[in-house]
């Protein structure tokens, strides 16, 4: 058995009984592998084809659409082509429930309070196909950084990536969000089974004001939701005082109520409708929890919570802002339009495929973004607005990976087709190819229809331009 604090070892007794010996025995156990297909980088169907040819073996979880478990890896998952190419995401099953109960329409504008790294944002951006507006907003730096790099990888252009602490928006964007999720900082007791050090520096005292600023973003979110939107509430531990009591204070506080929370499929507990000597909203049991002690996913809480009308205090002008104006362009203004013409001309890539999009200018670089921008109010300066995916040189325009993700399935001409997997691992691994090609140029490279990425032919020589990883491909004779 593990050494457990006093404090933590009676949460767990008042919590679970006697199947708090279960939970222990998953402390330090890893979970299996879960992950999702990627709908916006084309046919799943020809993704999963490929994901097999190099070797993995997975199974779909029953009821839930899109979330499959790893049966088999030659290799770990991480170091996969498919994982670079953007084609899967891997993510533990809980952390997946959020966007499925808040259920992001396409056209949305929707606020995910607590963003980084994207696992979430980034399935939220392809059940919305694209469209509408996510605004990602995380204050560290360093997972910044890395949701900047999953929303291109997985070929997003509907992403405001923000930088503020979460208890600005309520006033800056009072009562403008369709969704919002907030799934804020806890104290993880739900993930004992990948960070057993937990065990190490919980107390009841660091709960306590973790505590407080969930309530602090909570506040801020139903301000920032518009009435009748839906707030999705989850955390990935297991205490009532920074789950039940958060949604209680929210139900006293405001106009909201408890939608019921339907996963077919997948094991869940109702929410506490009490605990110690606090008594709780009886349709708390809406709400669900899950424990690491039924072996498939890690602890988690879930709530899914509608605002039943306006609060009618909107902030006061000293609070608020002027939104900044950004000048998205269509296609068919300059100075966008000599590059576009550019694409639609080397590539044969149709005229439709750029109408739903907008770009944006700065300096070299042509950010590809969703039209719903235009109307959506931007504030202060995100650290990213869409995705840079091309930049303009003295004749020409040169698309990065990502814009080859997005761009590369509609196009006609400049493509080569990869006959075999030792082709396409030369190609990845940045080799040479000896390419029989009729002018020189960009040339999309692509692998049973689907886009891998770009090369360049320079004076009779195909240079690849595919990403270097950190660590070599391995496509041929693997498991």
Request: hydrophobic residues 35%; aromatic residues 10%.
């Amino acid at each position: 058995m593990p050494q457990l604090s006093p404090e933590l070892e009676q949460l767990f007794d008042q919590l679970l009984g006697q199947e708090k010996l279960l939970m222990y025995e998953q402390i330090g156990n890893k979970l299996p592998h879960h992950f999702r297909f990627n709908p916006l980088k084309g046919n799943v169907e020809e993704q999963q084809a490929f994901f097999e040819e190099q070797g993995f073996r997975f199974n779909p979880v029953e009821g839930l659409d899109n979330i499959f478990q790893v049966a088999f890896q030659p290799y770990p998952i991480g170091k996969s082509l498919s994982h670079f190419l953007g084609h899967i995401y891997v993510q533990d099953l809980a952390s997946m429930i959020p966007p499925l109960a808040l259920q992001p329409q396409p056209n949305d504008w929707v606020l995910d309070m607590s963003a980084a790294p994207g696992s979430k944002t980034t399935q939220m951006g392809a059940m919305m196909g694209n469209t509408g507006v996510i605004l990602a907003n995380d204050i560290v730096a360093k997972r910044l950084r890395a949701l900047s790099k999953n929303i291109e990888r997985m070929s997003m252009y509907n992403t405001i990536v923000n930088q503020w602490f979460g208890e600005q928006y309520g006033n800056v964007y009072y009562e403008q969000f369709d969704k919002i999720l907030l799934d804020p900082a806890c104290s993880g007791l739900g993930t004992l089974h990948k960070n057993p050090e937990i065990l190490g520096w919980w107390t009841p005292k660091h709960c306590e004001r973790l505590a407080s600023g969930q309530r602090k973003l909570m506040i801020s979110a139903i301000k920032a939701l518009r009435p009748g939107g839906v707030l999705l509430y989850s955390t990935c531990t297991l205490t009532p005082e920074e789950n039940e009591e958060i949604v209680q204070f929210a139900l006293d506080e405001f106009p909201m109520e408890i939608e019921a929370v339907d996963l077919p499929g997948l094991k869940t507990w109702p929410g506490l409708t009490g605990f110690q000597d606090k008594r709780f909203h009886p349709d708390m049991e809406k709400t669900i929890r899950l424990y690491p002690f039924d072996r498939v996913t890690e602890g988690f809480y879930v709530a899914r919570l509608r605002k039943l009308e306006s609060l009618d205090k909107s902030p006061h002008p000293s609070k608020q802002m002027a939104p900044r104006h950004h000048n998205f362009l269509s296609h068919r203004i300059s100075p966008v339009k000599k590059s576009m013409d550019y694409l639609m001309q080397h590539f044969g890539i149709p005229e439709k495929a750029l109408k739903r999009l907008r770009f944006l200018i700065h300096g070299e670089k042509i950010s590809f973004c969703t039209r719903d921008f235009e109307q959506f109010p931007i504030y202060g300066r995100p650290m990213q607005i869409g995705t840079n995916m091309a930049r303009t040189l003295d004749r020409v325009v040169k698309l990065n990976s990502g814009g080859t993700h997005l761009l590369g399935p509609y196009a006609k001409r400049s493509v080569v087709e990869l006959p075999d997997l030792e082709s396409l691992q030369k190609y990845v691994n940045r080799e040479e190819l000896d390419l029989d090609l009729a002018h020189p140029g960009q040339h999309i490279i692509r692998y049973k229809g689907m886009t891998m990425g770009y090369g360049i032919l320079d004076k009779g020589k195909f240079k690849s331009q595919f990403p270097k990883g950190e660590w070599p491909f391995e496509l041929v004779n693997v498991g």
